[in-house]
T-cell receptor, first 117, second 115 residues
Framework: AQKITQTQPGMFVQEKEAVTLDCTYD???????LFWYKQPSSGEMIFLIY??????QNATEGRYSLNFQKARKSANLVISASQLGDSAMYFC??????????????FGKGTKLSVKP | NAGVTQTPKFQVLKTGQSMTLQCAQD?????MYWYRQDPGMGLRLIYY???????DKGEVPNGYNVSRLNKREFSLRLESAAPSQTSVYFC??????????????FGDGTRLSIL
């Protein structure tokens, strides 16, 4: 069965510093996709970044980058130059085949990031 | 620039009451989803619809029914609400594709409390 694990329930980071949020996954499907979402205190889910299992390079989107280590089955989110507005819950999710699931997402339990001024 | 619209945003029900959560998307997506979010649990899939006219169970379907009314709309119904269904409900949509790199786009959520 497919599974996403986020081992850090909460993290603190100083403003302007970089922070890494961990995500490990388990799947037997050779083709899969990994997504990161941000959920601020207002509650909406905001898509941040995507990494495909066959992508040769680590994904980057502005201050977000993904440290993708396929052999270790990890897809850690790196946020550079943290800002106060980065304080939020962050969810890692995986899309795989998992039978007839049509590419449904499986979510981790999330990491709460707090940025200190 | 609506994206995915959910109604209502908040609702309080008594145990045993029924209600329907509405969801509509204007992105011409084939696939739509309903999730629930509970503290410490992340998001769990209730039902999904890969295309108009089809629906399938997700991880936690018990106590819910869904209807894919047309390509735009996907509703979630609680026939007899129970306190265990107190949660935040999210609707999402995405482009079709088993291995698609397209993300799911989420509505703002419905906070549902059942007393």
């Amino acid at each position: 069965a497919q599974k996403i694990t986020q081992t850090q329930p909460g993290m603190f980071v100083q403003e302007k510093e970089a922070v890494t949020l961990d995500c490990t996954y388990d799947t037997s499907d050779p083709s899969y996709g990994l997504f990161w979402y941000k959920q601020p205190s207002s509650g909406e889910m905001i898509f941040l970044i995507y990494q495909g299992s066959y992508d040769q390079q680590n994904a980057t989107e502005g201050r977000y980058s993904l440290n993708f280590q396929k052999a270790r089955k990890s897809a850690n989110l790196v946020i550079s130059a943290s800002q106060l507005g980065d304080s939020a819950m962050y969810f890692c999710a995986m899309r795989g085949s998992d039978g007839g699931s049509q590419g449904n997402l499986i979510f981790g339990k999330g990491t709460k990031l707090s940025v200190k001024p | 620039n609506a994206g995915v619209t959910q109604t209502p945003k908040f609702q309080v029900l008594k145990t045993g009451q029924s209600m329907t959560l509405q969801c509509a998307q204007d992105m011409n997506h084939n696939s739509m989803y309903w999730y629930r979010q509970d503290p410490g649990m992340g998001l769990r899939l209730i039902y999904y619809s890969a295309s108009e006219g089809t629906t399938d169970k997700g991880e936690v379907p018990n106590g819910y029914n869904v209807s894919r009314l047309n390509k735009r709309e996907f509703s979630l119904r609680l026939e007899s609400a129970a306190p265990s269904q107190t949660s935040v409900y999210f609707c999402a949509s995405s482009a079709t594709g088993r291995y698609s790199n397209q993300p799911q786009h989420f509505g703002d959520g419905t906070r549902l409390s059942i007393l």
